[in-house]
């Protein structure tokens, strides 16, 4: 316990400051943090990150990412190229002589995806605004420990015990109730795109899909039969252990409600 709240506080003091600064320091965080992450997800099927298929992914994987007033975000080179990172995976099938397979490539490909268009969107989330990462930030954080103490409290009915034998359907709904409380707060102090009820209901969606999130990392790891997706943060696993949750809630927070702002 005493290392994990080390390293919470240490963290925090670096991720912060940067969060609320944004622009290039955040830009850069985020490359970074995406590249720890996709690297931890391909380790986990032994892919190496410097080997061929690996500097591949981390191309795409920037190509991705890149910012929405950058030249290359435009549909007209984006998709093209990330047809291009397709088509030589797969053809590194052939000069592996399948020792990369079709699986690997599909992988490396979806490992993008996933890794990439979350890290995407926390960093266009705060290009639109502080309060809305920070809005996303309390969500997630709210959500977890209220599972957890609702879990601990009343937890009797597994929620999903073959993927995260720890967690309860009644941690479930009371992490959705006390998001609640910050949905409440932020549409009482802060002019928000939607009125209450309905931010209180987008809540409770981002609430649910950011533990779907945790529980979509649960099941790759126990797939792979891993602890944890990496060792970087002691105490607390690796970068997608703690950015899990925000890869699936940042995305719907951008189509549900920043773009009604």
């Not at 963290?11 to 850069?28: H, N, Q, T, W």
């Not at 599972?147 to 601990?152: L, T």
């Not at 950011?210 to 943060?233: M, T, Y």
Request: with cysteine; proline share 4%.
């Amino acid at each position: 316990m005493k290392t994990r709240t080390i390293t919470a506080i240490i963290a925090m003091a670096i991720f912060l400051p940067v969060v609320v600064y944004g622009k290039l320091p955040l830009l850069i965080m985020a490359y970074l943090l995406a590249i720890v992450a996709l690297k931890e997800v391909l380790n986990m099927k032994n892919i190496q990150l410097y080997s061929l298929p690996g500097i591949f992914s981390v191309i795409a994987l920037c190509l991705i990412m890149s910012p929405e007033k950058s030249k290359l975000v435009s549909l007209d080179y984006q998709v093209p190229f990330l047809i291009l990172m397709s088509l030589i995976m797969l053809s590194y099938t052939v000069m592996s002589k399948n020792r990369f397979n079709f699986v690997d490539a599909a992988f490396c490909m979806l490992a993008v995806a996933y890794v990439g268009i979350g890290f995407m969107y926390f960093y266009e989330t705060r290009n639109n605004g502080l309060i809305y990462i920070l809005f996303a930030l309390l969500i997630v954080w709210v959500t977890d420990t209220g599972a957890y103490i609702f879990g601990r409290l009343f937890g009797k009915n597994k929620l999903w015990p073959e993927i995260s034998p720890n967690k309860t359907i009644e941690g479930f709904i009371g992490g959705i109730l006390c998001s609640t409380i910050i949905a409440v707060i932020f549409s009482l102090n802060y002019d928000m795109p939607l009125s209450m009820i309905p931010l209180i209901l987008v809540t409770w969606l981002f609430s649910m899909f950011g533990q779907l999130g945790d529980l979509v990392e649960s099941a790759l790891k126990r797939h792979f039969d891993v602890k944890d997706s990496g060792n970087l943060l002691p105490g607390h696993g690796g970068i997608l252990d703690r950015f899990d949750s925000f890869i699936f809630v940042l995305p719907l927070m951008n189509i549900l409600l920043i773009s009604f702002k």
